[in-house]
């Protein structure tokens, strides 16, 4: 990893200036100086806490070289907005009813990994 690949350096910059922020705004809310459930219109910040895998996601997905990373981002998108789902009952869902969605994620996950690998075999070469 280094600092002259301009990809790799502006991703670490962008997850370490949004770690900055969602810490300082956490912070904020636990020293009483902004309302964020008013602010925001949500019951508890705590409630949101599967936000953080989208965006690990949408950060992985913007810095991805290779398929396969594109996958790996997909999949914490995916993982977020299932907890997000399931925590906040999101049209009446629960864990009880989405923990299926996982099985299917897994499945699309081994056949995404085959195609990555074989894509890798066509073109000779390793990404």
Do not use: C
Not at 53 to 80: A, C, H, R
């Amino acid at each position: 990893m280094t600092y002259t690949d301009g990809r790799k350096f502006s991703g670490r910059i962008l997850m370490g200036t949004l770690f900055i922020f969602i810490g300082t705004v956490l912070l904020l809310q636990k020293l009483d100086i902004i309302y964020l459930e008013e602010l925001l219109g949500i019951r508890s910040i705590w409630s949101a806490w599967p936000i953080v895998f989208v965006l690990i996601g949408i950060g992985k997905i913007v810095n991805s070289p290779t398929l396969k990373q594109v996958g790996e981002g997909i999949w914490w998108i995916f993982l977020g907005s299932w907890l997000y789902v399931s925590i906040n009952h999101v049209y009446g869902l629960s864990f009880s009813e989405t923990w299926p969605a996982m099985i299917i994620a897994v499945g699309i996950n081994v056949l995404w990994e085959s195609f990555v690998k074989n894509s890798r075999v066509k073109e000779g070469g390793v990404q």
